[in-house]
């Protein structure tokens, strides 16, 4: 099929998903959670940069928890698929790991250099690994499949790997046809068939729990996102809720991920098997 390209002006069309110009203090927050994510790495050195591939971004970080059949959150990071490293966010596993879980983050090759298809199925690949030998590295409990933004999509695709128990998408994009005519397409390229066959709400509803959540101050066309995609579930009648997060906008809602008590995180405990 064709790429609709809107006749909507190109400074709205970009301005429409670009929360970096909407939020323009998320760097200093980044910069701030590299720093503290580089000493959670350190206590875990002994599991960190397991590759799943021969990539130079194969590689996913392991944070074991004391017992190896505790529930696994898999974290799939954001940045529109073209940017940000799985390092920079060992922070986000603190909420979790406060109530006995373990952690991977995983990698992935970004755009351009790798096409959407090809980062869903390396996303795919790490999930293999963690099947096959995560008990080796002392994680043996059930999969449960996160991640914010870009990651929110890698989540929702996710879901459907044969060892996922459930997932939870935060702020995530679930429809790609609009991102052709923005600025993002120059480093995504999507193709017809990419947007078609990759975006969450043309596929089939995988019928296991999915939490779909939001800051309540993003921008409008992921606020829109979230409703359709978790609208489309509800009726294929799978499970999750719609949780938005008051107060809340595109990077700050990731806060309440780090707290033990925050809504990211309950809703998390509330996925576990």
């Known amino acids: 099929m064709p790429i609709d390209v809107s006749p ?11 929360n970096g110009q909407a939020v323009p203090s998320w760097s200093d927050t980044f910069t701030r959670w590299t720093a503290e994510s580089a000493v959670i790495r350190e206590r875990f050195a002994a599991t960190m940069d397991v590759p799943f591939g021969p990539g130079e971004r194969q590689k996913v970080d392991l944070y074991p928890a004391r017992e190896a059949g505790a529930p696994c959150l898999v974290y799939f990071h954001g940045g529109y698929w073209m940017r940000n490293r799985r390092e920079m966010f060992a922070v986000l596993g603190e909420g979790v790991m406060a109530h006995g879980w373990s952690v991977a983050m995983p990698g992935y090759t970004l755009a351009p250099e ?20 995560g008990a080796r590295h002392g994680i043996a409990g059930p999969l449960i499949v996160a991640g914010w933004s870009a990651g929110g999509h890698l989540a929702a695709i996710a879901l459907s ?27 995504l390229r999507l193709t017809a068939d990419e947007i078609s066959d990759l975006s969450p709400l043309r596929r089939p509803s995988v019928m296991k729990p999915l939490g779909i959540t939001y800051g309540d101050r993003e921008l409008p066309a992921l606020v829109a996102n979230s409703h359709a995609f978790h609208a489309s579930r ?25 707290d033990p008590e925050g809504i990211l995180t309950r809703m998390l405990l509330d996925l576990a098997p």
Request: proline share 6%.
């Open 8 to 18: 909507v002006p190109q400074a709205l069309r970009d301005a429409a998903y670009n």
């Open 234 to 258: 509800q009726r294929a009648g799978a499970p999750g809720p719609l949780v938005p997060a008051a107060g809340a906008d595109h990077f700050s809602i990731l806060d309440t991920m780090r």
């Open 114 to 133: 790798a096409s959407l298809a090809s980062i869903v199925a390396e996303c795919s690949a790490a999930l293999d690994l963690l099947a096959a030998d």
């Open 161 to 187: 790997h044969e060892a996922v128990t459930a997932g939870l998408a935060i702020s995530g994009i679930f429809e790609l046809a609009p991102l052709a005519g923005t600025y993002l397409n120059e480093n």
